[in-house]
């Protein structure tokens, strides 16, 4: 009998967990005009200070046996009649995120703590139904799922600006002298990422950044923040495969382009960026500037 029920929640957990992925907004490779929404919506950013926490997701229906909420569940939230709270009242539901690895590139955590506190965005949810201190909401669409203690903040619209013509990326592109920044992670931990990945980079609205602007992507050789360097001194000489007469240093040598992204959200010190166009894979510890 006990086998039979946990094969039964099994199934069960195994279920919800296969509707979230198929009722979440996929994201598509860009190739429209603007922004999808998914990528608008479920990127995940930075904040600093830390967003308000006080408005929760306290539990849902049939939580005897769900441990997660997705598409067309209905979640409680602390918040009813006594706070204001109306039926149609929207909710963006995100919680603070780490990454469970350590440091990819040098300084990397000092650099990441200095942007803020990174939150993963799990979903948008609509007041159903509301009671004296406390609110059913229908989860409109879940990027991953919903958990009890998610965060809830009212809705706010966020914008979906236009991509520009990708034929127009300058493989040679001078130095812009705009606000020059570093890739520190990126939208699930990726270290490697091209086209389609979100990225997570340490300029921000205090530097004069905006949602639609492009950001170029850059690399030098020989730096010792670079994830991808494998030989010390790789950028004049691989033993056994020759070297040049003189000895180079990062500096010395011109910068590789790699690709370019659009800014799809930002904060004071940090911002995402939709990759856009990419040549080459690119790391955390790379460069970024804005075109």
């Known amino acids: 009998m006990r086998a039979n029920l946990a094969a039964l929640c099994l199934s069960i957990l195994i279920g919800a967990t296969v509707c979230s992925a198929q009722s979440a907004p996929q994201p598509n490779v860009p190739s429209a005009k603007q922004a999808d929404v998914s990528y608008v919506y479920c990127s995940g950013f930075f904040s600093d200070p830390k967003i308000p926490d006080d ?83 229908e989860v409109l669409f879940s990027c991953d799922y919903i958990q009890r203690g998610d965060i809830a903040r009212p809705f706010e619209e966020r914008p979906t600006p236009p991509f520009k013509d990708p ?77 040049s007469p003189t000895r180079y240093e990062w500096k010395d040598l011109p910068r590789e382009v790699l690709g370019e992204g659009i800014v799809l959200n930002v904060t004071k010190n940090a911002a995402a960026v939709l990759i856009t166009y990419s040549t080459v894979a690119m790391f955390a510890g790379d460069y970024v500037e804005g075109e």
């Open 55 to 137: 408005i929760r997701v306290i539990s849902g229906e049939q939580s005897d046996y769900k441990i997660a909420f997705a598409h067309g569940d209905y979640v409680f939230v602390n918040r009813g009649e006594d706070k204001g709270v109306k039926v149609g009242d929207r909710f963006s539901i995100v919680r603070p995120d780490t990454d469970p690895a350590n440091e990819w590139f040098t300084g990397q955590p000092k650099l990441m703590k200095a942007m803020g506190t990174l939150y993963r965005d799990a979903g948008v949810v609509r007041v159903v139904n509301v009671q004296p201190k406390v609110s059913v909401a």
């Open 167 to 243: 034929a127009a990326f300058d493989h040679f592109a001078p130095v812009s002298g705009k606000p020059v920044g570093t890739v520190i992670s990126a939208f699930d931990y990726h270290q490697l990422l091209g086209r389609g990945d979100t990225m997570y980079v340490n300029v921000g609205a205090a530097k004069g950044v905006k949602v639609g602007d492009y950001m170029r992507v850059f690399r030098y050789q020989g730096t010792d923040t670079a994830i991808a360097s494998e030989a010390k001194g790789y950028q004049y000489k691989i033993y056994g495969f020759g070297s």
